[in-house]
């Protein structure tokens, strides 16, 4: 189970790297031309691959390919949500919470049977 917790744990970082990427540059330079953006985007998704990669490579030691992806996902929508109300001042909404459900499912499909593995 410690590599699933390691991968977790890089993998959270990521994604707050990758939103912050992603998203950040529409409240903090929007401003400026998109190529600022755009260079100032790849810097912090430098971070992001450091750990993205190590944290994909643990995680598959212990999870199959299918597995690892449903975990990315409910690792994003975890860690965007609280970004778009705290951070993009978004109000926070119930389809949020239906998004999260769906994932719900999905990661059941994945997780329940052992030929997943």
């Known amino acids: 189970m410690r590599p699933v917790i390691a991968a977790i744990a890089l993998l959270v970082g990521s994604n707050v790297f990758m939103t912050f990427a992603w998203y ?7 401003a400026r031309p998109w190529y600022v953006a755009a260079l100032v985007s790849w810097g912090i998704a430098f971070f992001e691959y450091l750990l993205q990669v190590p ?3 643990i995680g598959y030691t212990a999870l199959s390919l299918p ?4 975990l ?12 778009a109300v705290l951070y993009m001042g978004k109000s926070f909404k119930l389809d949020y919470l239906w998004a999260a459900l769906c994932i719900l499912g999905a990661v059941y499909f994945v997780f329940r049977s052992p030929e997943n593995l």
């Open 55 to 57: 944290g994909n490579r």
């Open 24 to 30: 950040a540059h529409l409240r903090n330079l929007a």
């Open 72 to 83: 990315q996902e409910v690792i994003t929508l975890t860690v965007f949500v609280p970004f």
């Open 67 to 70: 597995q690892l992806k449903i």
